[in-house]
């Protein structure tokens, strides 16, 4: 079963919600990234995700794959968006089971990191000033 993956559209997250349910899990927790209105003090309109796809995916999965040798949890997965974005949308959503709760709000903790810092998808922000800038993971 994939447990990362890319998504050109908006999606729903209750169904990836319904996919880690367990009788094992006590807990979930998640995480939604949302495209805001400003960045770094300078006024955002939208944004675009680009990806390196294939690595992309096969990169979140190995982060996956590390927060559940990692953390006592018992599934996990990622979605991140790719493409035009508008303000107020989700860029990125997270979400874990766990037995309780304190390892499903670390493994979700580590994998937004991980996957912001080490999955190859980049940011080109589009700013009211008129310019724009390309922000690499990380940021």
Not at 51 to 78: K, P
Not at 88 to 113: K, N, Y
Request: with cysteine; charged share 25%; net charge negative.
């Amino acid at each position: 079963m994939k447990r990362f993956s890319l998504s050109e559209v908006a999606f729903d997250p209750a169904p990836l919600r319904q996919r880690l349910l367990s009788a094992r899990a006590g807990a979930f927790a998640s995480f939604e990234g949302w495209v805001r209105d400003h960045n770094d003090g300078r006024a955002v309109l939208g944004l675009r995700y680009e990806a390196y796809g294939v690595l992309a995916e096969a990169e979140g999965e190995r982060v996956l794959a590390q927060a559940l040798a990692r953390f006592d949890i018992v599934d996990a997965a990622c979605v991140h968006r790719t493409g035009e974005l508008a303000l107020g949308e989700m860029a990125v959503w997270v979400g874990v089971s766990a037995g309780h709760r304190g390892p499903a709000f670390e493994a979700c903790r580590w994998i937004i990191d991980e996957v912001k810092s080490r999955v190859p998808i980049w940011k080109h922000e589009r700013y009211a000033s008129g310019d724009a800038d390309w922000l690499h993971p990380g940021a």
